[in-house]
């Protein structure tokens, strides 16, 4: 069965990639120089301080669960992954409603980039307090009768041995970022996957969208391949 899945994923890249080619590069030019431009560096942009903000919040608070006398530490493990099962258009909406008749600047990327990082960071909170869950405190213990002061342990051997359960975490906050299109969309933050959309059923641009759809798979395996990159520089910290 994942075969047969990862297949069918194949064969919509390649009808994509031939759909988008057929259309010359005349149009490749046309919305590079309307709005492909903009949209990728918008898209990532978000991807970007989405992804570091999750990140943060994701690590600081598996580390307040898994290493400290924290009250409730059950309960958290659990009730900080409840952002997964509310979508992101949902808080978007109830921000909107919250401060739609203030005069506070809501509509702009640092805003839109708390609210997604809001409801992915438990994709880094689940992966990495795993991760400390299972990690042998034998390195800690070694590194503070060493004489390393608390923060230093943290960066010095914490960090590092936490660094593929990071990357993993992060790597998922960014694709969701990447496809993410309700949340966007409300918030009047335009990314790729909003284009494609609203050019399908707004404008039935189906040669944009195209275009706009193989530049996105395009971002997404460049992720993908920095994800392997940084992860083969981790393998001495398995």
Request: glycine share 6%; net charge positive; hydrophobic share 55%.
């Amino acid at each position: 069965m994942p075969a047969i899945l990862a297949l069918l994923a194949s064969l919509v890249i390649i009808v994509i990639a031939f759909e988008a080619m057929g259309d010359g590069w005349s149009r490749w030019v046309q919305l590079f120089n309307q709005r492909l431009f903009e949209l990728f560096s918008r898209t990532l942009s978000l991807m970007a301080l989405s992804t570091v903000i999750a990140t943060f919040w994701g690590i600081s608070l598996a580390w307040a669960v898994e290493k400290t006398t924290l009250w409730g530490n059950r309960f958290w493990r659990w009730g900080l992954a409840l952002p997964l099962v509310i979508p992101p258009y949902i808080g978007a909406l109830a921000f909107l409603i919250l401060f739609r008749e203030t005069n506070l600047p809501i509509y702009n990327l640092p805003v839109t980039a708390l609210i997604m990082a809001a409801f992915t960071f438990p994709y880094v909170f689940l992966i990495v307090s795993a991760a400390l869950r299972r990690m042998n405190t034998n390195l800690e213990e070694a590194a503070q009768a060493c004489g390393k002061s608390p923060s230093g342990v943290f960066f010095q051997v914490t960090i590092p041995a936490l660094r593929p359960a990071i990357i993993a975490g992060a790597t998922l906050v960014a694709l969701y970022i990447l496809g993410d299109f309700g949340a966007v969309s409300i918030l009047r933050y335009d990314t790729f996957a909003s284009a494609i959309f609203f050019r399908i059923r707004g404008s039935l641009d189906f040669s944009g969208a195209t275009i706009i759809s193989t530049v996105l798979l395009l971002t997404t395996f460049g992720l993908l391949g920095i994800q392997r990159f940084a992860l083969g520089k981790c393998h001495r910290y398995q």
